[in-house]
């Protein structure tokens, strides 16, 4: 019986980075992804810094070092989450999930790929919201970027296993819509943009519980202030583990 990896199969690590250069090509070359990616999270900061329509407590601080921590933990989301999920629920939908397992590239290699897409798009995002941010006056805490580092890649760990589950679970069209509004919703209202404690009521509590808050916090702490938020990057770590034992027992590879 002849191994499943093919006797021509390249090897495995030569198959994951062929994926992930693919999964990264299909997110910035979709309009409606770059869009979501992008676009509007550069739209936003600047938005956000240049107006004072919206509200922000600053304690001291200038306006685009409170904004700008929080729009890059946006433009994590955006992409480990609401990309990931409709990007995925529609290959699933399509039959390319079932057809990409039984290649020699393989279940696992498959998810490598799509993990190392995010990142490598967020990559992407980071220099180019960290250069506008720069450019309208962002002083980040040097000492902060390691704490950051983990924070971004927590978050992504947390969005992406949320991706999976919804993708893995619905129909791509409800897909579709939940992970657009969940996108706005936790925007708005999650602790990602506006600070958790900045909330009001009880919606302050919810918030900082959230993966959005949590990461939305622990952006902040490590490049306005340099320290490692441990409350925060717990709540990511918690988040990481509920949601991706889930996606990984509840996950159909076809529809």
């Not at 409170?66 to 480990?80: C, I, K, N, W």
């Not at 490598?112 to 006056?137: D, H, T």
């Not at 992970?179 to 509590?205: E, F, R, S």
Request: charged share 10%; hydrophobic share 60%; aromatic share 4%.
């Amino acid at each position: 019986m002849s191994s499943p990896t093919g006797a021509g199969a390249a090897p495995a690590p030569r198959r994951v980075l062929a994926q992930t250069r693919f999964e990264t090509r299909a997110i910035l070359r979709n309009g409606e992804q770059l869009l979501i990616t992008l676009i509007l999270p550069v739209l936003l900061l600047v938005a956000l810094v240049r107006t004072t329509v919206v509200g922000l407590t600053t304690d001291g601080a200038t306006r685009v070092d409170v904004v700008a921590p929080g729009v890059l933990a946006l433009a994590v989301m955006s992409t480990a989450f609401t990309s990931q999920a409709i990007a995925t629920s529609f290959d699933r939908r399509n039959g390319v999930l079932r057809l990409l397992a039984t290649t020699p590239l393989g279940r696992g290699g498959l998810l490598a790929g799509k993990v190392l897409g995010v990142l490598a798009v967020e990559v992407v995002q980071v220099v180019v919201l960290g250069g506008v941010a720069l450019a309208l006056g962002w002083q980040p805490d040097p000492s902060g970027i390691g704490a950051a580092v983990v924070a971004v890649l927590l978050g992504t760990a947390a969005f992406t296993s949320f991706a999976l589950l919804l993708a893995g679970t619905l129909r791509a069209e409800a897909v579709l819509a939940i992970a657009n509004l969940v996108l706005v919703v936790l925007a708005v209202a999650g602790g990602i943009l506006v600070p958790a404690g900045a909330l009001p009521g009880p919606l302050a509590a919810v918030a900082s519980v959230l993966p959005s808050g949590a990461l939305g916090e622990a952006l902040r702490a490590a490049l306005q202030d340099g320290v490692l938020a441990g409350g925060p990057l717990a709540v990511l770590a918690g988040w990481t583990v509920v949601l991706g034992a889930l996606a990984a027992r509840l996950f159909r590879w076809s529809s």
